[in-house]
């Protein structure tokens, strides 16, 4: 939790971030993420300084149990002076223990970011779902929150003026932005309207034009003049000499039939990584995320 601090800013976990991308897919399968089309709404966790606050919160618990569709698990939050934003003890469950940071006694508005958060970790606890590392399985942590329609409270957390800041979770306020543009290119929604921070909505809007980037690479069709010019150079030079390798490219060729090749490339919806044969026009159909790639190869 940053708190009065710097904020980090950029795409510097982007790579961590499409690996959880890719690891939701393969755990939870297609038809379990198309069960969070609809994101929570402002309204389920709203809460206002007159509520009462231990069953506010209890309130705003059970709400986002349900949205992660968690009936067996029964969320006891209580609060304490610590340095992070919130902690949960991870059990064999029904009951979990969450702490909450002192400072949501005031800070209300962000009880449900904190609580999402937290509620995740247990959500990827009962899948048996985490990546080595404290920083990657937060990430993740942070990412699947997003991705599954409760992490634009988290992104609505950061605040940063000239006097003071906050940011909630490990991704930055673009890769906040960036999971929420993945998520609605997918399923056609705009958390936008939800944002009472300004700065969140840039943050968003940075991000979802990252997003709508990887669509935009070769060999989609999608892809710009310059990206399609810089895909066949490389296609080329990869005919003409095999064992050469394509840089940073997005895509890398290797040799297929005798005199063919075949190109490799990351799935713009989940990242994982597609072979399609180099053969001009090709529609690919990833079998991860079922997403219909229109390519020129």
């Given at each position: 939790?940053?708190?009065?601090?710097?904020?980090?800013?950029?795409?510097?976990?982007?790579?961590?971030?499409?690996?959880?991308?890719?690891?939701?897919?393969?755990?939870?399968?297609?038809?379990?993420?198309?069960?969070?089309?609809?994101?929570?709404?402002?309204?389920?966790?709203?809460?206002?300084?007159?509520d009462d606050l231990h069953l506010g919160v209890q309130r705003v618990a059970r709400e986002l149990v349900r949205h992660f569709r968690l009936p067996q698990a029964r969320m006891i939050v209580a609060f304490r002076a610590m340095e992070h934003a919130a902690n949960?003890?991870?059990?064999?469950?029904?009951?979990?223990?969450?702490?909450?940071?002192?400072?949501?006694?005031?800070?209300?508005?962000?009880?449900?970011?904190?609580?999402?958060?937290?509620?995740?970790?247990?959500?990827?606890h009962r899948l048996g779902l985490s990546f080595p590392g404290t920083r990657d399985n937060e990430i993740l942590t942070d990412t699947a929150t997003t991705y599954l329609g409760a992490g634009w409270l988290l992104l609505d957390a950061y605040r940063e003026d000239a006097a003071s800041s906050?940011?909630?979770?490990?991704?930055?306020?673009?890769?906040?932005?960036?999971?929420?543009?993945?998520?609605?290119?997918?399923?056609?929604?705009?958390?936008?309207?939800?944002?009472?921070?300004?700065?969140?909505?840039?943050?968003?809007?940075?991000?979802?034009?990252?997003?709508?980037?990887?669509?935009r690479q070769p060999p989609l069709t999608a892809a710009g003049w310059?990206?399609?010019?810089?895909?066949?150079?490389?296609?080329?030079?990869?005919?003409?000499?095999?064992?050469?390798?394509?840089?940073?490219?997005?895509?890398?060729?290797?040799?297929?039939?005798?005199?063919?090749l075949r190109v490799t490339f990351a799935c713009p919806t989940c990242h994982q990584r597609i072979r399609v044969p180099v053969r001009g026009r090709v529609r690919a159909r990833c079998a991860l995320c079922r997403t219909v790639l229109e390519c020129d190869t």
């Open positions: 939790m940053a708190n009065g601090g710097p904020v980090e800013h950029g795409y510097p976990h982007l790579e961590t971030v499409r690996a959880a991308v890719t690891a939701l897919y393969r755990r939870l399968s297609y038809d379990t993420i198309h069960q969070f089309t609809a994101s929570v709404v402002p309204a389920d966790v709203a809460f206002c300084d007159t949960v003890e991870l059990t064999a469950g029904p009951e979990y223990f969450v702490e909450l940071n002192d400072r949501f006694r005031t800070h209300r508005r962000d009880i449900g970011a904190a609580l999402a958060h937290e509620i995740m970790h247990v959500y990827l906050q940011k909630l979770g490990y991704l930055t306020p673009e890769e906040f932005g960036y999971v929420l543009g993945k998520r609605s290119l997918v399923f056609g929604e705009d958390p936008s309207v939800w944002f009472t921070s300004a700065q969140a909505y840039t943050a968003y809007g940075r991000g979802l034009e990252r997003a709508r980037h990887d669509e310059a990206g399609r010019r810089r895909y066949a150079r490389d296609r080329r030079q990869a005919q003409d000499h095999p064992s050469s390798a394509a840089g940073d490219s997005p895509y890398s060729f290797a040799p297929d039939s005798p005199g063919a």
